[in-house]
């Protein structure tokens, strides 16, 4: 799943301000070695940190319908993962490294929840929005300081970039038929005689809409 949202931030920095330009998008650590190589404008979306955001937990299972209404199958709620990652620009001249930063934050601040229509197939099936937090305050462990001394390279003006995603934890399973015929309930008198049957009908029956079941 993390190879998707590559993708979809790849796909997002190639647009807005940035659309038709030739600058190179990289996942790459911005070691001191990588950097050295460089020889040609790049934006870098380093991810540096992956960890479960505890607070979106949810319980209890979705019901999944079929083209009647008919519910099939159940799926649990999916674990949010935060997706941390270090925006930097990487040019001959701070100012343009400037320019390629400013054109990054105009695509991504109208970017702040992404519809599902617009994410790859895997996270589109889901049916949820995926949040995107641009330069917010940092709440991860590691400081950015601690990154960059990490790296061995040298502190510079970076985007820090935070894609919430969902990751399915477990697999959908089949749910119980759907109820067709009424309750027949068996009646006895006080004396162990019988008094015969009855059939209670499911007022639910005839709704396909919803979830029949036995009263």
Partial sequence: MIHEVDALLRTLLQGGALAGSD?????????KEWSARRNAPVLDCYLYDIREDVKRRERGAAAIRDGQGIVV??????????LSYLLTAWT??????????SAALA?????????????????AELGLSVPLTVAGVQTEARS???IWSALGGTLKPSIDLVI???????????????????????A????GAEDGERMHQSRHLDRPTTEAHAR
Wanted: hydrophobic share 35%; net charge negative.
């Fill in 23 to 31: 600058i190179e998008i990289a996942f790459d650590a911005p070691t």
């Fill in 73 to 82: 199958r159940r799926r649990r709620p999916p674990r949010w993962f935060r």
């Fill in 92 to 101: 001959k001249r701070p100012e343009d490294e400037h320019r390629l930063l």
């Fill in 107 to 123: 695509t991504l601040l109208p970017r702040e929840l992404l519809p599902p229509d617009i994410l790859p197939e895997p996270l």
């Fill in 144 to 146: 950015l300081a601690e």
């Fill in 164 to 186: 919430t995603v969902p990751f399915p934890a477990y697999p959908d399973y089949d749910a119980g038929p759907p109820v067709t015929e009424g309750t027949l309930v068996r």
């Fill in 188 to 191: 006895r008198e006080i004396d």
